[in-house]
């Protein structure tokens, strides 16, 4: 079965600083990946994904993510950092190839500070 | 309209009620997701439905019981829980097909087992 782990539990940025949330996958060709947010109370909400079209994608709200085969990582980048990205960041992907459920990584507290 | 409506947000219940969650979503997908999240944890899969069917069951325990009465709807029936079943329970969705197509949240249901 396909996993990801993503690398600090939480992390705390300033205002205006790089956002980069880490996440390695398990598999020795890219699966598809995906990077979710929940707010408080909220459900998850699809960030980007990746689908083998290109290896840079772009989100909503200014995140982007690039895949990089030799290091396994599909890691989470917003250039400067706003109060409402304090959140909780899932990365996850298909458990198996093909149409199979998602499994998430631990997730990723982003603490933005004034 | 690309939502995953859940009802009730909050829903407290005693060990010996019987209560239902129920989850609904107009996009046409074919597969159904719910998904148990305890606090700062992430997502764990319950049960997968595709074309109506149940598909997996992660080995939950049987006083949590599914249903899916059409391509629209899916209901988590509940009954004798414990109060370590004390989580917010997501519901999802999404297209069957490759495995590129992303899962759609509901907002959850918030349960509290006294």
């Known amino acids: 079965a396909q996993s990801v782990t993503q690398l600090g539990s939480h992390v705390s940025v300033s205002e205006g600083a790089l956002v980069l949330l880490r996440c390695n996958y398990s598999s020795s060709v890219p699966p598809y990946l995906f990077w979710y947010v929940q707010y408080p109370n909220q459900g998850l909400q699809l960030l980007l994904k990746?689908?083998?079209?290109?290896?840079l994608v772009k989100g909503i709200n200014g995140f982007e993510a690039e895949l990089k085969k030799s290091e396994t990582s599909f890691h989470l980048t917003k250039p400067s950092a706003h109060m409402s990205d304090a959140a909780e960041y899932f990365c996850a992907v298909r458990r198996n190839s093909g149409n199979t459920p998602l499994v998430f990584g631990k997730g990723t507290r982003l603490s933005v500070i004034a | 309209d690309t939502e995953v409506t859940q009802t009730p947000k909050h829903l407290v219940m005693g060990m010996t009620n019987k209560k239902s969650l129920k989850c609904e979503q107009h996009?046409?997908?074919?597969?159904m997701y719910w998904y148990k999240q305890k606090a700062k944890k992430p997502p764990e899969l319950m049960f997968v439905?595709?074309?109506?069917?149940?598909?997996i069951n992660e080995s939950v325990p049987s006083r949590f019981s599914p249903e899916c009465p059409n391509s629209s709807l899916l209901n988590l029936h509940l009954h004798a829980l414990q109060p370590e079943d004390s989580a917010l329970y997501l519901c999802?969705?999404?297209?069957?097909?490759?495995?590129?197509?992303?899962?759609?949240f509901g907002e959850g249901s918030r349960l509290t087992v006294l």
């Open positions: 439905y595709s074309y109506e069917k149940l598909s």
């Open positions: 990746y689908t083998s079209a290109a290896t």
């Open positions: 996009m046409g997908h074919r597969a």
């Open positions: 999802a969705s999404s297209p069957v097909g490759t495995g590129a197509g992303e899962l759609f």
